[in-house]
């Protein structure tokens, strides 16, 4: 089982090697298989990637938005044509069941790109009448910029960022996670293919360090992260050196509040999507899901009896449900938050372990797990733990457990499932959190913005707010008449 790349990175318009960087392997979760083998980029190979994007950049910049519209959303139709295929080497390099990587990972890429290059060329400033004069703005490139990707969501994150950077006329370098650096290769492949010049999407592979290097290379303008928090903050800190513009979408430990007259099936759909999906690993899944007391007995029973029926087992079988988790050390790293609940004393309502998988011995395969009986100050209810583990806590009033759900240092997202749609706005309203969802969870269409609060970011990605992120504004003041000087 093997996804060999032709080599590690991709500049300047082709695939080159750096056998001087550090070597890596990419593994499959299911089975602890290696499926490629790269080397991390050394520093003569960062160097060439920014000198490509600067030059790269210049050419693309000097096209009108509706050229570059046309190349995006040709990308977009030459990812849709190898969906399939794009799906299938997601699979093994994340270990995500491919009846998932089929309809979330690169068919939401194209959706981005195809959004992106539907409006680049409607990306402009304003123009305002001063009587005899006029003004009026500019919306312009930052330049080069550097997109940083997690793990979780490779190929998606990859479109998520240069999409709408290519759309304002930025180059764009894209590092990603040095566990799932296989996808990003073949997005620069279509890229090139799509018409894109050279230079202006360029990806490189590495650990921390080659992202460190990225961010403080004097020839980067802006960095976009998608990462944990204390990355996150690593991140701006170096960016701060060069006052560089930065987009950080982090971690997340959102809360479901649901209401006694909510849909209870359609609310146990929302909580299970928004823990199991993607086996946990989502920033903005709502791990604490909070069930006001009276319909608390009926919710476990129901959310017990549907979640025993979640098929784990062969990725690549589309009627599997639920894969393992990324890596070795995210397995072990649940399976410690989950004694740790024990420890603390919540009650394990089903899963609690790793589970077996007879095909898959050494796959990372953990159960899907549900505790009851949650309290605020237990740590499964206040760090991220990224896996398919779900905190269920009860509450009485609407005023309890809004403070309640504040209550933390993140804020990425929110759900409510209430009939009372006053309730459900009103609620919204109070929650401290970037982006929410009412009688749903984590449904994230590209036309919406997406991105947190507090320590879950800064900036937003998707939807015409992302080009606020990607762009400049230059202001231009003309004047009609003479120039009145008292000198």
Not at 23 to 49: C, M, N, Q, R, V
Not at 210 to 234: R, Y
Not at 362 to 367: H, I, R
């Amino acid at each position: 089982m093997r996804a060999q790349p032709t080599a590690s990175h991709f500049i300047a318009g082709s695939p080159i090697e750096s056998p001087k960087g550090k070597s890596f392997t990419s593994l499959y979760p299911a089975t602890g298989e290696t499926i490629a083998e790269l080397h991390a980029a050394d520093a003569a190979t960062i160097d060439k990637a920014v000198a490509a994007a600067r030059a790269g950049q210049k050419i693309w910049a000097a096209l009108s938005g509706a050229e570059r519209g046309r190349v995006l959303r040709k990308a977009a139709d030459l990812i849709r044509a190898r969906n399939r295929e794009l799906s299938l080497l997601e699979t093994l390099d994340t270990g995500k069941p491919l009846q998932e990587t089929l309809v979330a990972d690169a068919a939401s890429g194209a959706d981005c790109l195809e959004y992106f290059g539907g409006i680049a060329a409607d990306i402009h400033g304003e123009y305002t009448d001063l009587g005899g004069s006029f003004a009026y703005t500019r919306r312009e490139p930052l330049g080069v910029c550097v997109g940083i990707g997690a793990w979780n969501y490779p190929i998606q994150i990859a479109c998520w960022k240069s999409a709408p950077a290519l759309a304002c006329g930025n180059a764009m370098i894209f590092k990603p996670s040095e566990t799932t650096p296989l996808t990003a290769l073949k997005l620069a492949e279509i890229y090139k293919e799509a018409g894109l010049p050279d230079g202006v999407f360029s990806v490189v592979q590495g650990f921390g360090d080659v992202g460190a290097a990225l961010v403080a290379h004097p020839g980067v303008d802006k960095v976009s992260v998608t990462g944990s928090v204390p990355t996150g903050a690593k991140v701006m800190a170096a960016a701060a050196e060069g006052l560089k513009q930065v987009t950080l979408e982090l971690g997340g430990k959102s809360p479901i509040i649901v209401f006694e007259d909510a849909d209870i099936e359609n609310a146990i759909s929302g909580a299970m999507l928004g823990n199991f999906y993607s086996s946990g690993q989502i920033c903005s899944n709502g791990t604490r899901v909070f069930v006001q007391k009276s319909i608390k007995q009926k919710f476990l029973d129901r959310l017990r009896e549907r979640t025993a029926k979640i098929r784990l087992g062969d990725p690549m079988d589309e009627e599997t449900h639920l894969g393992p988790l990324v890596s070795r050390p995210q397995f072990e790293k649940v399976l410690g938050y989950i004694q740790t609940g024990r420890d603390e004393g919540a009650l394990v309502l089903i899963g609690g372990d790793a589970a077996t998988v007879p095909s898959f011995p050494d796959g990372w395969f953990v159960a899907p797990t549900v505790f009851s009986d949650v309290k605020d100050s237990m740590t499964i209810a206040r760090e991220e733990i990224f896996g398919p583990v779900m905190c269920v806590l009860d509450f009485d009033t609407e005023e309890e457990v809004l403070a309640r759900a504040n209550a933390t240092d993140f804020g990425l997202a929110a759900g409510v499932f209430t009939k009372d749609i006053q309730r459900g706005h009103r609620v919204v309203a109070g929650l401290e959190a970037g982006t929410c969802w009412i009688n749903a969870y984590n449904l994230t269409p590209i036309e919406m913005p997406f991105g947190g609060v507090k320590k879950s970011g800064i900036g937003r990605e998707n939807a015409r707010a992302a080009i606020e992120h990607y762009s400049q504004l230059k202001s231009v003041y003309v004047e009609m008449g003479d120039v009145d000087s008292p000198y």
